[in-house]
């Protein structure tokens, strides 16, 4: 079975622009949860998505948005970058809700100038 | 919000040695995950255990819920066993609160 993969990988972007990251699920899976990781704040949580449905949000500017496809496909948005969202994204996947094993993506490399 | 503290930040390891790494946390779960972090930065899901014991080769966990922390065993490390350990949890009776994830110790193992 394939396992979670999130597109692109790496990134560069200018400050004020945005971007969107995708994730896939590993097949079957219905809940993905996106997480930004960054040296000085460590592994911090962004969404998570269930059937479509946003179920969570983290403390994180409106800059931060998210949604899920029918075929649990997710992608989140960040507009407006700034120098500080720099950071690994990553996206983990669970059959269901977060009381279950969660399986992460190789997640993207964001890096703002 | 719930807090997890893991202990040692850094460890360092000749290979074959043994070590513990400790989690604690401040409120009930009803979730516990370890993960291990290479240095690619995959995240890859070691344990679920948010009680009692497992183990997977040469890792082993124990979680004692009532007292409030994990521990995660790594038996004759390997170069591969480096990375960043972190362990994750979900406070019991939460609603709808996420994974909340420690600073995770960071293994170097030593040939």
């Known amino acids: 079975k394939a396992g979670v993969t999130q597109t692109p990988r790496y990134l560069i972007k200018t400050r004020g622009q945005q971007v969107t990251l995708s994730c896939s699920p590993i097949?079957?899976?219905?809940?993905v949860s996106w997480y930004q990781q960054t040296p000085g704040q460590g592994l911090q949580f962004l969404f998570e998505y269930f059937s479509e449905t946003q179920r969570n949000k983290g403390n994180f500017p409106g800059r931060f948005s998210g949604r899920q496809f029918s075929n649990s496909r997710s992608e989140m948005n960040v507009s407006t970058l700034e120098l500080g969202d720099s950071a690994l994204y990553l996206c983990?996947?669970?059959?269901?809700?977060?009381?279950?094993?969660?399986?992460f993506g190789p997640g993207t490399r964001l890096t703002v100038l | 919000g719930i807090q997890v503290e893991q202990s040692p930040p850094d460890l360092i390891l000749q290979e074959g040695a043994n070590s513990t790494l400790r989690c604690n946390f401040s409120?009930?779960?009803?979730?516990l995950q370890w993960f291990h972090q290479n240095p690619w930065g995959q995240l890859i899901n070691l344990f679920y255990i948010p009680s009692g014991t497992k183990q997977n080769g040469r890792l082993s966990a124990t979680t004692v819920a009532t007292e409030r922390y994990s521990l995660l065993y790594i038996s004759s490390s390997q170069t591969t066993d480096s990375g960043v350990y972190f362990c994750a949890v979900e406070r019991l009776r939460s609603g709808n609160t996420p994974l909340v994830f420690g600073k995770g110790t960071r293994l170097s193992v030593i040939a």
């Open positions: 983990a996947s669970s059959f269901s809700v977060r009381t279950d094993t969660q399986y």
């Open positions: 097949s079957g899976h219905r809940s």
């Open positions: 409120d009930s779960v009803n979730n």
